[in-house]
């Protein structure tokens, strides 16, 4: 898969990549949601968008609901340091919720895996934040 | 499929560091001025905190996230403005931001998460009930915890969009109204720079190791270059001998190389300037961290200290940096532990409880200047004296009558611990001389203490900007070519040889108001060197003379001729020659020729300990020559002429006293009874004049010799001398070591 990876922490987002990479997908990086706007009219390919929550100016779930204003026929993740459960109660539209900890090293990679042609949505069993 | 972690932690440290950077920044910022930080700031801090847990949670790091996340609680009431930051809260975020600084250090050194000792509960457990006394607290019939994952998810949306700064409430205070009177245009938020201004674009990772194979390298070439600057004149040397059909093209390659060679040299000089600021890192990488580590000192001691930093923004080689690390923080640790005072003896003195210690850099030129200072009690000379005298290092009386600089000066010495008992942190591995001798040797550099009792201690170090280049001074003696670091040399003359002085068996020269004594480099290194008969004294009128200076100290070195003074590649003494104290390093020079560079501070001790061979030889004839040992008090501000007067004096079997300026000299002179006082006229605090008349309102002095030895030459000067009341007055242009003797027997009859 191609998969947009946004988040303004460099780090955090490196990371995100590695493990994706590791999977065997290709990735490309956006350091807030209006690069990741750009970046996705500009690659009709991208297949899926894995996206931090609290960014600035524009937080990831506003970012998926400009993804789906555009139209842009792409999966999205979200990852959430906190109560990944309730965000997903909050917009049942998106494909994904994940805690963001070291638990992603598996949970992002089993999720991705699962976005065959079908798949509902998905919530990780990630704990509350310590 | 597991990733590789470890690169991903050093990437942590890196970023973590630039995060506690920019919050330790801002939390001095808020608590100096808390109305004039505007929100856009405060959220900046926020989400640094946020990061700084996000991506330890990413990578398991959970002592570090636990803490940062109970940082961020605050952080997100005091953004909120549900919290006004005080000294309690602002101590308390300084303790969460050094508590993280202090992991991601030890993850530096050792980039295993699971070696984290575990987050300081009471510390976390503060910060976030410093927080929640905030929180209007969960509202009833709600699971607290699920009410405080809103609230904080809440806040941190918050922060993350851009919000218009609240206006001052009614609690606000007087630096807030103040700030709002002074007309600041708040921008329209819709104008607000976009992103986290950082964009990855613009810079690039380089290894380290590469970096200093490219400068490694960069040396070579100049190295290699120097060679090269030969062949111009090389090239006219063959065209003056060539046939002369062939003469003028000769010339004119000649003439064409020497202009290539000069291009060349600039180029692959700023080659070198920009290769070098490549690795050039600010001062603040040091001075946060070292900040941290002084304040968390203190808090262990239980003392306060308010850490301030000036100058951060220099950039040194990261060479430097590395090498700073360990002398700086170990001067830090001894104006805590040594220097400050507990609370209860500050405010005992007058002091107020908390301490300060100040840590400044000031570029000068090629140079940086690092000053270290405290308002503690200073540096206590009678203690140092006892020690000194206790570990063997002075004999009672030459305890007696060392100056004050000379004392502190003993600090430096190895073994010497100026602590009764070894405490933990000043006492542990490195002591005062191995921090001088890492200036002095690895540095390249100099530290100067200054004492002040009961108000304080300041070390001064003086340190290039970079090792890679160093300025030298290339001469020729006995045949020899050597060099110098040029910040060893003072400066340069030519004087002729009638007016070197003659002084207790040594020559002196006379440079402004201070004697500096000459010495032959050639004999120095050599005492049996001979001069050839070309070279003796009588054939040259002149004697050309480099002052070296270390510290205070100087010593006039007498050369055969200059060579050139240049920045050169100094390469450093291999292993096998490390016991050649003399020598500092080497330099090529021109075709394959390694010239060695001398080291100043060495220098100076042997010619001090060839000259008190001679002094005491003198002083134990005149003892057996049966004479009186009279004791005479000698003030001067400059080190140099103290110890040439003493030398005199003492071949003459004279006992001496030295004192550094007139308030020094008054001390002394009221502690000790003395047989005559020879005192300078200008100096630090209190001149010779005044010395000279407070002395004389003293019962004990009013009838002993006074003997002012100046280079002021003016009339006026003598008759205001003798007016208050000097018995004698010499002029040192015209001080010849007999017409002192001669008017002190005079005086002492």
Not at chain 2, 202 to 224: K, P, T, W
Not at chain 2, 417 to 444: F, H, N, P, Q, Y
Not at chain 2, 661 to 671: F, V, W
Request: one cysteine or more.
């Amino acid at each position: 898969m191609h998969i947009l990876i946004v988040d303004d922490d460099p780090l955090a987002a490196e990371l995100s990549a590695a493990i994706l990479q590791a999977a065997g997908h290709r990735t490309l990086v956006a350091e807030q949601a209006l690069d990741a706007l750009e970046q996705l009219e500009a690659n009709p390919d991208l297949d899926l968008v894995v996206s931090d929550m609290h960014m600035p100016l524009m937080n990831g779930l506003e970012l998926f609901l400009e993804v789906r204003a555009h139209d842009y026929p792409c999966r999205f993740i979200l990852l959430t340091g906190d109560a990944p459960g309730d965000l997903q109660a909050r917009q049942p539209r998106i494909d994904g919720c994940l805690l963001k900890d070291h638990s992603l090293e598996d949970s992002l990679p089993r999720l991705v895996a699962d976005f065959a042609p079908k798949a509902g949505p998905k919530v990780a069993s990630g704990g509350q934040p310590a | 499929m597991a990733i590789d972690r470890s690169k991903f932690i050093g990437r942590f440290v890196e970023e973590a560091r630039e995060h506690l950077a920019r919050l330790d920044r801002g939390l001095a910022d808020l608590t100096q001025n808390p109305g004039r930080v505007s929100q856009t700031e405060i959220d900046a801090l926020f989400r640094s905190a946020h990061t700084i847990k996000g991506s330890a949670r990413m990578l398991r790091l959970t002592p570090i996230c636990d803490t940062a996340h109970a940082l961020e609680d605050l952080l997100g009431a005091l953004r909120g403005r549900q919290l006004q930051l005080d000294e309690h809260l602002g101590a308390l975020v300084q303790q969460g931001l050094d508590a993280i600084a202090n992991a991601v250090e030890q993850l530096d050194r050792q980039p295993d998460p699971d070696a984290l000792p575990p987050p300081d509960g009471e510390l976390c457990a503060a910060l976030s009930a410093a927080a929640k006394g905030a929180d209007p607290g969960p509202p009833a019939g709600q699971p607290g915890s699920q009410s405080s994952e809103q609230a904080r998810e809440r806040a941190t949306e918050q922060a993350m969009t851009p919000q218009p700064d609240p206006a001052p409430t009614a609690t606000a205070t007087a630096t807030q109204a103040a700030a709002t009177t002074t007309t600041e245009p708040s921008r329209p938020t819709g104008t607000e720079p976009s992103a986290s201004g950082l964009s990855g674009s613009d810079s690039l990772r380089v290894r380290i190791d590469q970096l200093d194979g490219l400068l490694r390298l960069m040396g070579e070439i100049i190295a290699h270059h120097e060679r090269l600057r030969q062949h111009p004149d090389e090239a006219r040397r063959l065209a003056r001998l060539a046939e002369p059909g062939i003469t003028p093209a000769c010339e004119a390659f000649a003439r064409q190389l020497r202009d290539d060679v000069q291009t060349q040299d600039g180029l692959i000089r700023e080659l070198h300037d920009r290769a070098l600021a490549l690795r050039m890192l600010p001062l603040s990488m040091l001075f946060e961290p070292a900040a941290r580590n002084l304040r968390e000192l203190a808090r262990s001691l239980g003392k306060t200290v308010r850490c301030t930093i000036k100058g951060d923004s220099i950039a040194l080689d990261r060479q430097l940096i590395d090498q700073l690390a360990e002398p700086l923080l170990h001067l830090l640790r001894n104006a805590v532990d040594h220097g400050l005072e507990p609370p209860d003896e500050r405010l005992a003195a007058g002091k107020p409880a908390n301490g300060w210690v100040r840590l400044e850099a000031r570029r000068d030129g090629r140079w940086v200047d690092i000053t270290i200072s405290d308002d503690g009690r200073g540096i206590d000379l009678a203690r140092v004296r006892d020690k000194a005298i206790r570990k063997g290092l002075l004999s009672a009386e030459q305890a007696a009558t060392a100056s004050d600089s000379e004392i502190v000066d003993l600090i430096f010495t190895p073994g010497f611990s100026t602590t009764a008992l070894i405490t933990d942190i000043s006492g542990r591995g490195v002591g005062m001389d191995v921090v001088k001798s890492s200036v002095l040797d690895r540095l390249r550099g100099s530290i100067q203490v200054d004492n002040r009792p009961g108000q304080g201690t300041r070390f001064r170090l003086r340190l290039p900007l970079s090792l890679a280049m160093t300025r030298v001074l290339l001469i020729e003696a006995g045949g020899e070519r050597l060099g110098f670091l040029a910040q060893h040399v003072a400066e340069i003359l030519r004087v002729s040889r009638e007016n070197l002085l003659e002084v207790a068996e040594r020559r002196a020269v006379i440079l402004r108001n201070e004697f500096v004594p000459v010495m032959s480099l050639a004999e120095l290194l050599d005492p049996g060197f001979a001069t050839t008969p070309a070279a003796a004294p009588a054939a040259t009128p002149e004697v050309l003379l480099v002052i070296l200076r270390v510290g205070q100290e100087k010593l006039a070195l007498e050369v055969d001729a200059l060579q050139d003074e240049r920045d050169l590649v100094v390469k450093p003494v291999p292993e096998h020659l490390r016991h050649l104290h003399l020598i500092s390093g080497f330099v090529s020079s021109g075709a394959l020729a390694v010239v060695s560079l001398l080291q100043a501070p060495a220098l100076l001790d042997l010619a001090a300990r060839a000259r008190g061979q001679s002094v005491r030889a003198g002083a134990k004839a005149a003892a057996e020559a049966g004479e009186r040992a009279s004791r005479l008090l000698v003030v001067d501000d400059s080190l140099n002429t103290r110890e040439i007067e003493k030398d005199v004096l003492e071949a003459q079997g004279y006992r001496v006293t030295l004192a550094e300026d007139g308030i020094d000299g008054l001390h002394k002179a009221m502690r000790d009874p003395f047989d005559a006082v020879l005192t300078d006229v200008e100096m630090p605090r209190m001149d010779g004049f005044t010395l000279t008349e407070r002395l004389r309102a003293l019962d004990a002095y009013q009838a002993t010799p006074i003997i002012i030895v100046t280079s002021r030459e003016k009339e006026e000067d003598r008759q205001r001398g003798l007016r208050v009341g000097a018995d004698a007055y010499i002029v040192k242009g015209d001080f010849d070591q007999s017409n002192l003797i001669a008017t002190l027997r005079a005086l002492l009859g």
